[in-house]
């Protein structure tokens, strides 16, 4: 069985929406170039770039660790440090940023202060990059964090649907894309970029053909090479190495089908970053789609046990995957009063979120208790679950024709 987003009809919105995440949001926040004839490649002197500072690196290892882990106090008490050491520089106010967006990654849809402090860090970050680039207008550095930093903001707005703002970061980004361009031998950071645009500008022109005509002067990729670039990303960037091993695992989850690929991934992370909610949930996830029952049932229980304990970053959107994850694995092993346990969770948990009635796991959740509700001839509970269905799901959807039919079913044992 799969079970996924239903999907919303493809209106202007929704176009917009598509075009600020998927170009704008990836392409830009991870400093792509798009590749243009005139482009021209600047030489890179490596001692005046504290990207390419292997002592810094060294340094604050355990800082970029702690952030994946969720240790934000103690990742920030070496960003301070480095705040402190290079106040004219805009790194440390990006990490800071990042930080800031990883606080926000477990459930991004949540209003928080959180999405003001971050902007106010990539701002400062722009502020420092933008005298950079003044004083030196070939600065591979200043452009990369500007591209950066206002990609990021791009990608935080177009989650938030501020659409005209989202395209306002992208088109700033845009004007400092270029001077990274050809300079892969800088750093691998630089590849991350070029690696997302040769996947995604392929993908999107096969995913939706509608779109071609509007990215006729986009240049096509390699998804093949954008593959590959990723994978040497996830091996030896610093910066963007645990960014190209989140975006490897989707595509291997959802794209590619190399659904034994993204587990692997998604069990190294996992154990690499224990604290971190959005790889464990992803882990558990992968358990539950490949059917390792046992694994996924204890990794689900532990999720909820965090929940309990007030974890950081372990909140509602993680409590709906473990809980229908252990409903329906509970289901199939015939416990039927412990699924029904919790997948009445995994409804509560995602009505407390925005705007989530359409997720598949609240749908099928729904469905298997109007069929549990029709066993015990709970007809009107079963009716209202239906209705449920029916009104956050497709006619064509797989759930919303097992909902019709469980109807006509009750209609008959009336």
Partial sequence: MAIGLSGSNFASTALMKFLNTKILGLLLFCFVALPRAEATQAKADSTQYLLLNMALQLQITDAVDNMYNFKFREAEVEFNWMKYNYPDHPLPYFLFGISTWWQMMPNLDKESP???????????AIVKAEAMFKADENNIEAAFFLAGAHGFVGRYHSEKKNW???????KNALKYLEITQGNESFSPEILFGDALFNYYSIWIRETYPMLRPMLVFFPKGDK??????????????????????YFLMRIKAFETNETFDALRLAEMVHKKYPDNPYFHRFYARMLYTLGQDTQAQQESEEILNRIDKGQVGYEEVSGRY??????????????????????????????????EE?????????????????????????????????????????????????????????
Wanted: hydrophobic share 35%.
């Fill in 114 to 124: 959180l999405g003001d402090e971050f902007l106010a860090y990539m701002d400062t």
């Fill in 164 to 170: 005209f703002r989202a395209a306002g970061a992208g």
């Fill in 224 to 245: 093949e090479l954008g593959l590959r670039q990723l994978n040497e990303v996830s091996r030896n960037a610093f910066y963007t190495r645990i960014e190209a091993t």
């Fill in 322 to 355: 473990a809980s229908f994850f252990l409903g329906h694995i509970h289901r199939k092993r015939g416990r039927h009063q412990e699924a029904e346990k919790y997948l009445r969770q995994a409804i509560r948990f995602t009505e407390q979120l925005v705007d």
């Fill in 358 to 414: 359409e997720s598949g796991y609240y749908l099928y959740a729904q469905l298997y208790l109007a069929q549990y509700a029709t066993q015990a001839g709970r007809f009107e509970e079963a009716l209202e679950r239906i209705d449920i269905i029916r009104d956050n799901s497709k006619r064509r959807d797989g759930v919303n024709e097992q909902a019709r039919e469980l109807k006509k079913e009750i209609r008959k044992r009336k």
